[in-house]
């Protein structure tokens, strides 16, 4: 005797669909999309973007410096900057931006903290930094993607709301720390000729204001996606196109 299940697939009776088939996340898209599904190439808009962000990042460092010590390493609204780049467009468009502002600076624009331009700021004691920029906003971006994937899946708007800005947060510490503060006592060792506790000592004035920027890169980010979830949100979590 044939059993129910081929029954109802030989009469063409189409089944119900799933409870989770039909779930639906926080800005209306579906929980889940096809494993088959293509990558988007990008279009203009992500085009524009770049272009923006990479504005963004240089006029941030043309707003007036703070110095702090000796080596002239000064305090900017970069890394707030450079943060929010990460965490609006994800890893590649930020590190397209922060790659086209540095090549831009690096072919004579006056965009660096300053107004300097050049590849001669590789050699000076902000030379690391400048390259953390951008390997912290690719950093930064990377983990982003994950963490509004994974907390997309979160049941609940309030704990997602209380989860989501904790772990962006994180992400933007951890990539300040490794790659822009990394590599700055790097640079300054390198170009400096600084012991690692020196140059050490020389960077521990950054961090209470990279804390504050960071924070509000976080509220800004947090704003952008709740307005604009295309900018990354629903391309993150249907992982149909490059975030």
């Known amino acids: 005797m044939a059993s129910t299940e081929n029954t109802s697939a030989t009469t063409g009776t189409p089944a119900a669909p799933s409870a989770r088939a039909q779930a639906t996340t926080e800005d209306g ?25 990479a504005a963004l ?17 000064p305090i900017t609204l970069q890394t707030l900057a450079v943060i929010l780049t990460g965490l609006a467009l994800g890893p590649a468009r930020a590190f397209a931006a922060v790659g086209l502002y540095l090549l831009l600076g690096f072919a004579g624009l006056p965009i660096f903290s300053g107004g300097r331009a050049g590849l ?5 004691p902000s030379g690391g930094y400048i390259i953390g920029f951008l390997l912290g906003a690719t950093a930064v971006g990377a983990l982003t993607a994950v963490v509004l994937r994974r907390t997309s899946a979160v049941a609940g708007a309030g704990r997602r709301g209380t989860l989501r800005p904790v772990l962006l947060f994180c992400a933007a510490m951890a990539a300040s720390i490794v790659f822009i503060h990394g590599l700055g006592i ?43 979830p295309d900018l ?11 975030p």
Request: hydrophobic share 60%; net charge positive.
């Open 29 to 53: 898209t579906p929980a889940t999309a096809p494993a088959s599904a293509p990558r988007r190439r990008w279009d203009a808009t992500d085009l524009a973007l770049v272009a923006v962000f």
């Open 57 to 73: 990042v240089a006029g941030s460092a043309l707003v007036a410096a703070i110095p702090v010590g000796g080596l002239g390493v």
């Open 120 to 124: 001669g700021v590789l050699a000076g």
């Open 186 to 228: 790097l640079g300054m060792m390198v170009n400096a000729k600084l012991s690692l506790t020196a140059a050490f000592l020389a960077d521990l004035p950054f961090y209470p204001g990279d804390i504050i920027k960071n924070v509000l890169a976080v509220i800004i980010a947090l704003a952008l996606h709740r307005a604009f």
């Open 232 to 242: 990354l949100l629903r391309r993150v979590r249907r992982g149909t196109a490059r």
